[in-house]
T-cell receptor
């Protein structure tokens, strides 16, 4: 059973602080990792994707991947109230050359207080 | 950028009736379409995967005769919830696979069965 685990939160941080979101996955053949942001009642929107070990930075967002530990994280610097949302970690596994589907964690609810 | 148009955005129907949800890729060919369902405070759960011109592959526990998926063209996939019941009330989201390995989500359909 492939699983993606996240702390459901809520995670509350003050405006301007760094928010740290964590995710672990169970399937060692997982190849691609994604962070999505979902506002209430809306569809997920892609924040970051990461495929190799290490850090990947995009603006205020940094994704970190450690395949040995089966761990992926998302750091949000200078958090803003508009960052308040549920953050979904998703893992993609390809089998036999097929276009793999995404397996989602339950999401971490982030609240950034002004 | 790649856009998937999903309609309707919300629908209320009577128990026992059928509802059709459409997802249309506007500027790319979606060879694979994924259909997800999301209950309140839960993550996205994959229901089925469909490839253009072939039968959909359903996840365990998803009734294929109840959730009819048609992917007749590279730009259109539909999900029909047949004989809907209140327990089918949920947020349904499609996701189209792009050849580059990325995914584009539709805006979601809020289904309420009364």
């Amino acid at each position: 059973q492939k699983e993606v685990e996240q702390n459901s939160g809520p995670l509350s941080v003050p405006e301007g602080a760094i928010a740290s979101l964590n995710c672990t996955y169970s399937d060692r053949v997982s190849q691609s990792f994604f962070w999505y942001r979902q506002y209430s009642g809306k569809s997920p929107e892609l924040i970051m994707s990461i495929y190799s070990n290490g850090d990947k930075e995009d603006g205020r967002f940094t994704a970190q991947l450690n395949k040995a530990s089966q761990y992926v994280s998302l750091l949000i610097r200078d958090s803003q109230p508009s960052d308040s949302a549920t953050y979904l970690c998703a893992v993609k596994v390809n089998y036999g050359g097929s276009q793999g589907n995404l397996i989602f964690g339950k999401g971490t609810k982030l609240s950034v207080k002004p | 950028g790649a856009v998937v148009s999903q309609h309707p955005s919300w629908v209320i129907c009577k128990s026992g009736t059928s509802v059709k949800i459409e997802c249309r890729s506007l500027d790319f060919q979606a060879t694979t379409m994924f259909w997800y369902r999301q209950f309140p405070k839960q993550s996205l759960m994959l229901m089925a995967t469909s490839n253009e011109g072939s039968k959909a592959t359903y996840e365990q526990g998803v009734e294929k005769d109840k959730f009819l998926i048609n992917h007749a063209s590279l730009t259109l996939s539909t999900l029909t919830v047949t004989s809907a019941h209140p327990e089918d009330s949920s947020f349904y989201i499609c996701s189209a696979s792009r050849g580059s390995g990325g995914y584009t989500f539709g805006s979601g359909t809020r289904l309420t069965v009364v």
